[in-house]
């Protein structure tokens, strides 16, 4: 499996954010984005996901269609704040199709099986990123597009989340992060975005 970006391209209004990007990675490696604020890499993450459609080029993978073999992680936790952890983990697992682990597995995964039943308003900020990272488990995707995933864990938790970064992509999986911070795995590749025009 191999993912290939052609000379992307996005605008924001009559604003281009970015121009001429173009990657490609195979299974088993993994890219960070870095680059100052304001520079483009929350945008590319969201074309990449599909959901802002490249002003040129084109982002394809082979045998198949990205948006159904990935997962995105955005900024935002994506959980409903009054159901229970359990209840939001059952719903992105409806919404991806299923055929991962279980809620309390992917709980187990991040180290929060104790939260099952906890609504997600009552978990700490940090409790709250590690139930999103969990959502990868809840249903197998070989594609990981993560914005900023470690945003508000803790040194332990980071190390966590780099052993899972490093099993996915032994295992065959395909990382592609959006991060102001290392995430601590060896040998990925790195896109760098240049300071934004004013
Ligand atoms: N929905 C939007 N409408 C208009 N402009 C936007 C929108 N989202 C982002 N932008 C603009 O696009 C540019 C790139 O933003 P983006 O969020 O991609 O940067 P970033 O590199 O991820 O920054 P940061 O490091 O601060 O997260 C910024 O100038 C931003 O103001």
């Known amino acids: 499996m191999q993912l290939i970006a052609e000379n992307l391209a996005a605008d924001r209004g009559d604003t281009r954010i970015f121009e001429g990007v173009s990657f490609s990675l195979r299974a088993g490696e993994g890219m960070t984005i870095t680059g100052p604020n304001g520079a483009g890499k929350s945008t590319l993450m969201r074309v990449l996901a599909g959901f802002l459609p490249p002003s040129a080029g084109s982002v394809k993978i082979s045998g198949g269609h990205l948006a159904e073999h990935s997962h ?48 997600f308003s009552d978990l700490s900020t940090g409790q709250k990123r590690r139930v999103a990272i969990a959502r990868l488990f809840v249903s197998p995707r070989y594609i990981w597009l993560l ?46 975005f240049a300071e934004p025009n004013k």
């Not at 939001?88 to 199709?97: A, E, V």
């Not at 992917?106 to 609504?119: N, S």
């Open 147 to 192: 914005d900023e995933p470690t945003t508000g864990l803790d040194n332990s938790s980071e190390h966590m989340f780099t052993r899972l970064i490093v099993r996915h992509l032994r295992t065959g999986g395909l990382v592609i992060a959006a991060t102001h911070l290392s995430l601590g795995v060896d040998a990925m590749k790195n896109l760098r």
């Open 72 to 119: 995105y992680l955005g900024p935002n936790n994506g959980m409903k704040p009054n159901l229970s952890v359990k209840e939001n983990l059952r719903f992105w697992q409806d919404y991806y199709g299923g055929g991962g682990r279980t809620p309390l597995e992917a709980l187990e995964e991040v180290g929060l099986g104790h939260v099952l039943d906890v609504p």
